[in-house]
């Protein structure tokens, strides 16, 4: 299984971006997506997921309204679309895939590289 991360890079505080997990090696219509970030020092924490139809999604309150995760079966493929973006959104962002939609880390089975997205003020 692989998972590949891409679309990170430097913006501007206010800027968008459009993060995107190409994934191969599993049946990706039958398995969660979920994005993670983690900021220098700190912990990695919970974003975003979206349950194996795209009918489902759920963010962590420091996104919602500003992230929004979507999927494309046929492509194999999840994104992560981020407006609005803050200094504080900086971190290395991770995409995984497991059987659950939720929040917690150590349910996803599959993670990706990371993607490093960069928000200067």
């Known amino acids: 299984v692989q998972l590949q991360a891409s679309g990170g890079g430097l913006v501007q505080a206010g800027d968008s971006l459009r993060l995107s997990c190409a994934a191969s090696?599993?049946?990706?219509?039958?398995?969660?997506m979920g994005w993670f970030r983690q900021a220098p020092g700190k912990e990695r924490e919970f974003v975003a997921t979206?349950?194996?139809?795209?009918?489902?999604?759920y963010y962590a309150d420091s996104v919602k309204g500003r992230f929004a995760i979507s999927r494309d079966n046929a492509k194999k493929t999840s994104y992560l679309q981020m407006n609005s973006l803050k200094s504080e959104d900086t971190a290395v962002y991770y995409c995984?895939?497991?059987?659950?939609?939720?929040?917690?880390?150590?349910?996803?089975?599959?993670w990706g590289q990371g993607t490093l997205v960069t928000v200067s003020s």
């Open positions: 995984a895939a497991g059987k659950f939609t939720v929040r917690t880390i150590t349910s996803y089975d599959y």
């Open positions: 090696g599993l049946t990706f219509s039958s398995v969660a």
């Open positions: 979206i349950n194996w139809s795209g009918g489902y999604t």
